[in-house]
């Protein structure tokens, strides 16, 4: 193990480490405990200037109450639920089938199209704008959240693909081998033996497509507008535009908004970390 | 093997040729979407930026001409080169990333936790970092102007409203999240480094410095690699840190391609859609060179497994 374990150091050393570890962690999410503190304070302290002094008075309750039944909100918070879960499905559904047959068989076009796939991944958003945007007002879905899941759902297929190829191509192949001297179907094959071991890939990547896309915001403000459709973080900037000088609704709110991601996350924690780093390790 | 004919000689055309059809079947759809959104468009862009075009009206063919409109754009030049700052200063993602995971790869009561929260920034998205962020700035009572306060020095106008800082700023709000990602590749790398090397290093004398560059940094390349790519990758989508915290400004000192682009392109003064898609397209030839190594290294290793 490196770096040395603690505990063959001396025990000034370990109490030492125990003690920073708190402090260095304080430093590093400082300004996230700048929020949490903004979000349970009156209003009157930011008006009397008084930002970083203990609150006067904790207004959590008012607060968060506000940002839950007068403001526009869980209005958006609604719509980044009907934009995320959709693609999260949809991804599932597509990347299990490509990237079964990218991981199964062999043909000529294979490496070809997995690396299409990847480098399509990569691209810069800017090159895909202005067609993408074209296409879903020429189909009718501009403004809509079904507009913005297809794009979401095409998108990521890239990386899923890659994600679940490579899970695949790590399962013992002999499976399938067996499989096929026994007769079964190619896509019983699909069904019965490789998607019930594709399970705990699944799970990890769709926690990370549930962050992915509820997390993006240029998409959002280039596909749809207003609080019918828009997602969460669109919502938070047009919340910043009427809110501007109103720090505890707006921590409060951002708190609000970045939560569903944060509680997955600490959920599926193992799941999540599996899916990020994919390939970190041989 | 499938079983050959003259056993069954009635079977049908499909189950003669399961093994061929079946892959072309299960890729059908998800290559039918990626190349309606992803594939084709990126030549589209390509094509619109020959043209001069509103988004609305009639096309009209220009050539190059917004290409040579670009050399001598002061805003896109300016934008050109603060992508190139995001590119370098990213990277520091890395080697901060790579030095919190030593700092955190111990056995203590609660590390568990303390890893969780350290990689806390990452989950969160991008808006709400940039909005924490420009509190964190705000020259009347954000703490990072306070703290500079306390030594004495002032930034004009605060960083954000500074044009020589304005960059640097956004940039440290971005490798605030992408340290955190780094650092947890590198936490699963540390995880699977040999021990056996690492004691085997230790009896040769080997410690500290020398047995973090020769023994733990090899071991960890392809976590490098990816922290690397993810980097990357990060650094030249910056757009929604720029959009919430500045937008573009002050005098467009922050803007990047992408955010140019986007500017460009939608315009409130109408829409500029050829000269945006040539903003596009030179972002796309920058990430190209990107891509290409990153396929090369993947075709590499692709190789080495078969």
Excluded at chain 1, 103 to 116: E, Q
Excluded at chain 2, 210 to 233: D, E, G, H, R, S
């Amino acid at each position: 193990m490196f770096p040395t374990p603690i505990k063959k150091r001396t025990r000034g050393w370990q109490i030492g480490y125990q003690a920073m570890i708190p402090v260095v962690l304080i430093m590093w999410l400082l300004p996230l405990l700048a929020v949490m503190l903004f979000s349970i304070k009156p209003e009157a302290d930011f008006v009397a200037g008084d930002y970083w002094s203990l609150p006067s008075s904790l207004e959590g309750f008012k607060n968060y109450g506000k940002v839950f039944f007068e403001s526009d909100m869980p209005r958006y918070m609604w719509n980044s639920i009907r934009i995320t879960v959709p693609t999260v499905i949809g991804c599932m559904i597509l990347s299990s089938l490509t990237g079964f047959a990218l991981g199964v068989y062999k043909f000529k076009a294979n490496l070809w199209i997995f690396f299409m796939f990847i480098a399509g991944n990569f691209v810069p958003f800017q090159i895909l704008m202005i067609p993408v945007r074209d296409l879903t007002l020429d189909i009718g879905l501009y403004n809509t959240v079904t507009g913005l899941v297809l794009f979401h759902v095409a998108f990521q297929t890239g990386f899923c693909t890659l994600f679940m190829r490579n899970f695949i191509r790590a399962l013992p192949f002999e499976l399938i081998e067996a499989a096929r001297v026994e007769g079964i179907a190619e896509w019983r094959i699909f069904w019965y033996v490789v998607l019930p071991l594709m399970k705990p890939a699944l799970a990890a990547m769709a926690v990370l497509i549930f962050t992915f896309i509820w997390n993006d915001y240029f998409w959002a403000v280039v596909l749809t507008q207003g609080s019918e459709t828009q997602p969460v973080t669109a919502g938070i900037t047009s919340f910043n535009a009427q809110y501007r000088a109103a720090y505890h609704l707006m921590s409060a709110g951002s708190i609000v908004a970045a939560l569903p991601p944060v509680a997955m996350f600490f959920l599926m924690q193992k799941h999540f970390i599996a899916g990020l780093t994919l390939g970190a390790v041989k | 093997m499938p079983a050959s004919k003259y056993e069954q000689p009635k079977r049908s055309w499909y189950k003669r040729n399961e093994i061929a059809v079946t892959p072309i079947l299960f890729l059908l759809p998800g290559v039918f979407f990626f190349a309606v959104y992803v594939i084709y468009p990126v030549f589209q862009s390509f094509n619109i930026s020959l043209y001069k075009w509103d988004g609305l009206g009639e096309a009209e063919f220009i050539g190059l001409k917004n290409y040579q409109k670009l050399l001598e754009d002061r805003a896109f030049e300016t934008s050109l080169w603060n992508n190139l700052k995001w590119l370098v200063l990213y990277l520091l993602a890395i080697p901060m990333g790579l030095f919190i995971s030593l700092f955190l790869n111990q056995k203590v009561t609660g590390i568990r936790l303390y890893k969780s929260l350290f990689f806390f920034p990452f989950v969160i998205s991008q808006i709400v970092v940039g909005l924490v962020f420009s509190w964190f700035y705000d020259p009347t009572f954000g703490i990072f102007t306070k703290m500079l306060g306390l030594i004495g020095l002032e930034i004009k106008g605060g960083v954000l409203g500074n044009p020589t800082a304005v960059t640097y700023g956004i940039i440290a709000a971005g490798l605030w999240p992408q340290t955190a990602y780094c650092m947890i590749l590198y936490l699963t790398g540390l995880n699977s480094v040999d021990p056996e090397q690492v004691e085997a290093a230790r009896l040769d004398g080997a410690k500290g410095w020398k047995m973090l560059w020769y023994v733990i940094i090899p071991q960890l390349k392809p976590a490098t690699f990816i922290a690397f790519v993810v980097t990357i990758v990060g650094a030249l989508r910056s757009f929604d840190l720029i959009s919430i915290m500045t937008r573009g400004g002050p005098f467009g000192q922050s803007r990047v391609l992408s955010y140019y682009m986007f500017e460009k392109a939608l315009s409130e003064y109408g829409f500029r859609m050829g000269y945006g898609a040539a903003i596009a397209v030179v972002l796309f030839m920058i990430m190209l060179v990107f891509i290409a190594y990153f396929l090369w290294s993947m075709y590499q290793e692709e190789k080495g497994a078969h």
